[in-house]
């Protein structure tokens, strides 16, 4: 059990989800942390053998149902989110994108053959999924993107391009949206169809341990079946938005509770002016006050996980926890890195990955001013976006 844990949240969780967490927490500790400074460094993540260990252990789409998934509750798979993240926000991206929203479009609105072909298959790491809205000059705004299907004959044509794509080069499949004359539609498109080509992203200083490129279509021919027949409309890439944006409002606490142990363990072993940091009331007040707001994030986490369990969970209430979570989380980040004086920039210490990586969770899956927006036009019933 966390020190941070001080409402004792915990105990609020069943057998069953303290086991899974159990089970997640171990496999970070032997396969996450040991090796997660030096991919963070190389700015490489041996992706596929992680996804195999990873489909093993039932976590890829682990709330959905059938084809080899796991079925658990939203609150099982929200520790799960949260446990990977302690080991690195990468290394949960990997999988919540594969789960939430690759494995979730096609479970969600793909055709039988489509689940049959693909899903499985990714539940098992043995496919790899990725997932394309975002486009080089249309990010918080999907509903201008450029990227175009279009008929012919049976086949269709997708023309585009997609950028910041988690999983890109490593990825068998692509869920793709694109605009047609009928508004926007979601395909699943095999990574091997002939003009489709994937640049990575290098250089990245955050989310270092996670692969990302930029997909081109160009004129790349489908079969009709490829089409997602289900997904009619931008509601369907925002509804895999909103599974995906559960996942982070738990592993953003998962980032912030290993910065907190991490800072409480060096302030208590180290000695400034004769006593242990953590004797100091400033250094007390510091961790006081970011356990008290790690707290009210577990709560609200499993708030909201409970709702997604009862069915009941709103997108704008989502919006409330990854706003809320991210943002505390990366303060936290940044204020145990304050407690670690010059260690705390060191990659000996994994205090400035946190941080580095929470700058990409607090951009992707729709950034803060997006939220604040989406709650602004819950309560004003008036929309700032049109
Ligand atoms: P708007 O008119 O509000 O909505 C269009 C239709 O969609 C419905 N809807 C949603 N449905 C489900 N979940 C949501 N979160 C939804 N938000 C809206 C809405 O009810 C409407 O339905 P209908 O039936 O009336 O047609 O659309 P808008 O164009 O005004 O945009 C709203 C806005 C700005 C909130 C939306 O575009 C948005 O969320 N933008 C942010 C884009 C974003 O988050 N991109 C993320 C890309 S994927 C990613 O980052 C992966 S990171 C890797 C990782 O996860 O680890
Ligand atoms: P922009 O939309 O250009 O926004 C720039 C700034 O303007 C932001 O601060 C934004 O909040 C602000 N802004 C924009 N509109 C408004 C407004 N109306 N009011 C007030 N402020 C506004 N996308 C995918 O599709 N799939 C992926 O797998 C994926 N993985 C990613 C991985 C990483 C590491 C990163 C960094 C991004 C990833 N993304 C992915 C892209 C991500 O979803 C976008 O970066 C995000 O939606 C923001 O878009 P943008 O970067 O184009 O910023």
């Known amino acids: 059990m966390s020190p941070f844990d001080l409402l004792d949240v915990d105990s609020s969780l069943s057998a069953e989800e303290r086991q899974i967490r159990g089970v997640v927490r171990q496999l970070v500790d032997d396969r996450v942390r040991p090796n997660v400074a030096g991919w963070y460094e190389e700015g490489r993540v041996p992706a596929r053998e992680l996804a195999r260990e990873f489909g093993k252990l039932g976590l890829l789409g682990m709330h959905l149902t059938g084809y080899g998934c796991a079925g658990a509750s939203a609150v099982a798979y929200g520790l799960a989110c949260l446990e990977l993240e302690a080991g690195d926000s990468g290394v949960r991206s990997l999988v919540s994108v594969q789960g939430s929203l690759a494995m979730y479009a096609i479970w969600r609105y793909g055709s039988a053959e489509q689940k049959q072909r693909?899903?499985?298959?990714?539940?098992?790491?043995?496919?790899?999924?990725?997932?394309?809205?975002?486009?080089?000059?249309?990010?918080?705004?999907?509903?201008?993107m450029a990227t175009r299907a279009r008929r012919d004959g049976d086949d269709w044509v997708l023309h585009g391009t997609k950028m910041w794509i988690t999983n890109a080069s490593v990825a068998d499949v692509a869920v793709i949206w694109a605009r047609t004359d009928e508004g926007v539609r979601g395909f699943a498109v095999p990574m091997d169809t002939p003009g489709v080509t994937v640049r990575e992203i290098r250089h990245k200083m955050s989310l270092r341990a996670s692969v990302t490129g930029e997909i081109s279509l160009d004129d790349v021919r489908l079969p009709a079946a490829a089409r997602l027949p289900e997904a009619v409309g931008l509601k369907a890439p925002l509804g895999c938005l909103t599974e995906a944006r559960h996942g982070i409002v738990w592993g953003a606490l998962g980032a912030a509770r290993d910065c907190l142990e991490t800072a409480l363990d060096y302030a208590t072993g180290r000695t400034q002016f004769g006593r242990p940091l953590a004797a100091f009331q400033l250094t007390q007040a510091k961790l006081a006050d970011m356990a008290v707001e790690w707290n009210k994030g577990y709560l609200l986490a499993l708030h909201l996980g409970r709702l997604a369990d009862a069915r009941r969970l709103r997108p704008h209430q989502v919006s409330v926890g990854k706003l809320n979570n991210v943002r505390e989380a990366l303060a936290i980040a940044r204020q145990c890195r304050t407690i670690l004086g010059a260690n705390g920039v060191s990659g000996d210490y994994p205090v400035m990955r946190h941080a580095n990586n929470l700058e990409s969770v607090l951009t992707y899956e729709g950034t803060?001013?997006?939220?604040?927006?989406?709650i602004g036009q819950r309560l004003t019933g008036l929309s700032a976006f049109s």
């Open 368 to 374: 803060s001013e997006i939220h604040q927006l989406v």
């Open 118 to 144: 693909w899903l499985p298959a990714m539940a098992l790491g043995e496919a790899i999924g990725c997932f394309g809205l975002t486009e080089p000059d249309h990010g918080s705004d999907p509903a201008s």
